[in-house]
């Protein structure tokens, strides 16, 4: 069964034109990241929450924001895409109260084209 | 310097053989270590954590040097199903992860 489910899985969106991610887990985790990766690149860290703590990454461009609404469920909002902010977009949740070492699952990626 | 430094591959190697990736971290207060395994358009899938004094996992062994801040990966007698990229993986304070970049393997019949 899906731990971290990802909608849509691919998102095509217009440039400028708004675009909001979604995120959910039936894990109960408290900590929820949201990371962009671009074709053979790292993961690249834009944001995480600590229960409702959040925490922004300091190279995160502003265009990038976040809602965590409840603790299954957490959204990227893109207000302006560009031309590079094309990439697949990974949710992942860790719970540093239950493991340790700490594990992330990630669901399985929205992957954003930007027209 | 980046966080997160893994060697560069990509590693082309037969079936059968043994091949090691390595991976240097900056950051001395890292505080816990991971590889992921990424396959081709899909999300990174924890392979495994790694610990001080060394881990095994079947044909997969771990290995964290914490006074020289470098970490590897010994797979042997490699499978073709292997074939993805590998990413180390640093647990920073603050449940801050840091990725390298990966190193891509592909291994041949």
């Known amino acids: 069964d899906a731990m971290v489910i990802q909608n849509p899985r691919y998102q095509v969106t217009q440039f400028g034109k708004p675009v909001t991610l979604s995120c959910s887990q039936t894990?109960?985790?408290?900590?929820m990241y949201w990371y962009q990766q671009k074709s053979s690149q790292a993961p690249k860290l834009l944001f995480h929450?600590?229960?409702?703590?959040?925490?922004n990454e300091a190279d995160t461009p502003d265009n990038f924001q976040s809602r965590r609404p409840n603790t299954s469920f957490c959204f990227l909002d893109i207000r302006s895409p560009g031309l590079g902010d094309a990439a697949m977009y990974l949710c992942?949740?860790?719970?540093?109260?239950?493991?340790?070492?700490?594990?992330?699952?990630f669901g399985p990626g929205t992957r954003l084209t930007v027209l | 310097r980046k966080e997160v430094e893994q060697d560069p591959g990509p590693f082309n190697v037969p079936e059968g053989a043994t091949v090691a990736f390595n991976c240097t971290y900056s950051?001395?207060?890292?505080?816990?270590f991971f590889w992921y395994r990424q396959d081709c358009r899909k999300e990174p899938k924890l392979l495994m954590s790694?610990?001080?004094s060394g881990n095994e996992d079947g044909r997969f062994t771990a290995q964290l040097n914490r006074a020289s801040q470098y970490i590897s990966l010994l797979i042997r007698d490699s499978k073709l199903s292997d074939s993805a990229t590998y990413l180390c993986?640093?647990?920073?304070?603050?449940?801050?992860?840091?990725f390298g970049a990966g190193t891509r393997l592909t291994v041949k019949p």
């Open positions: 993986v640093v647990l920073l304070g603050n449940n801050d992860m840091r």
């Open positions: 894990l109960n985790h408290n900590v």
């Open positions: 929450y600590y229960d409702k703590d959040f925490n």
């Open positions: 950051n001395s207060a890292s505080q816990s």
């Open positions: 790694v610990y001080s």
């Open positions: 992942a949740t860790s719970s540093p109260r239950l493991a340790s070492p700490i594990q992330q699952f």
